[in-house]
């Protein structure tokens, strides 16, 4: 599989001399769900926004190819616009035929289950709609390269799952390259194809997990003793991390 993202080596040290990432070489093929996990403040989401072309590395080399979605943790829907036309922002912002826009934007709301929502406003969302709001108007674009920074991270844990189990079906369907960000092993362990381990600032690559478990995955694989022991062969490589 060809990569669509490729760090080889990168660091970046901030004008101030902070030191935020450290050697860091990641890559991200065609089809691959790729998670990073490591203590608070290593560099995880500088890694993104150096992925995304946000901020440039200061050592090292960077290549991505085609184009490259950002999900955050904020949804960051505009309130006065509803879903439909929240979803459809980017594709009107391009200027793209507005029949095909209705084609891309209904094709995508059917597909993270909000076509019946598809004229609400945000503000009758809850959070986890909000989220595969923001998550279907990334998928619009169809873009090679996810971008993951925490995402679920402010919902509760039952609404988390859930979001996982459908992002999963996502990635499944569509095939799409993704960088996760998270703090949760299991997270990581459930979506991914590949897991790293960042160390400390400055962050650096110190450990890698293939995850070999077969898509599609059930639910109740969180709970089978073969996921428990890569994720606390995992949790080893964090507690390493931190020291």
């Not at 030191?19 to 691959?32: K, R």
């Not at 009758?124 to 989220?131: D, E, P, V």
């Not at 077969?214 to 490589?237: L, N, T, V």
Request: charged share 20%; hydrophobic share 40%; glycine share 6%.
């Amino acid at each position: 599989m060809s990569a669509v993202f490729t760090s080889d080596s990168c660091g970046l040290t901030y004008p101030d001399g902070t030191q935020a990432l450290l050697n860091t070489s990641v890559s991200v093929a065609a089809g691959e769900f790729v998670s990073i996990v490591g203590p608070s403040g290593c560099g995880k989401s500088t890694l993104l926004r150096m992925a995304s072309g946000l901020i440039a590395q200061t050592s090292g080399a960077l290549s991505r190819t085609g184009t490259v979605q950002f999900v955050f943790q904020d949804s960051t829907l505009l309130p006065w616009r509803t879903v439909r036309k929240n979803v459809a922002l980017n594709l009107e912002l391009q200027k793209i035929d507005q029949q095909i826009i209705e084609e891309r934007t209904t094709a995508v709301l059917d597909l993270v289950g909000l076509l019946d929502s598809a004229e609400k406003l945000p503000r009758q969302l809850s959070g986890g709609m909000k989220m595969r709001c923001s998550l279907a108007r990334s998928l619009v674009l169809q873009p090679n390269l996810f971008l993951f920074d925490e995402p679920f991270a402010a919902l509760d844990e039952i609404t988390r799952e859930h979001l996982n189990d459908e992002l999963l079906h996502l990635f499944q369907n569509q095939h799409f390259a993704s960088l996760f960000i998270t703090h949760s092993i299991q997270e990581a362990v459930f979506l991914s194809t590949r897991v790293l381990v960042m160390s400390a600032r400055p962050g650096r690559i110190i450990a890698e997990h293939a995850i070999d478990f077969p898509y599609p995955r059930h639910p109740d694989i969180r709970y089978q003793s073969d996921f428990a022991e890569i994720c606390g062969k995992i949790s080893a490589d964090l507690k390493v991390a931190h020291s």
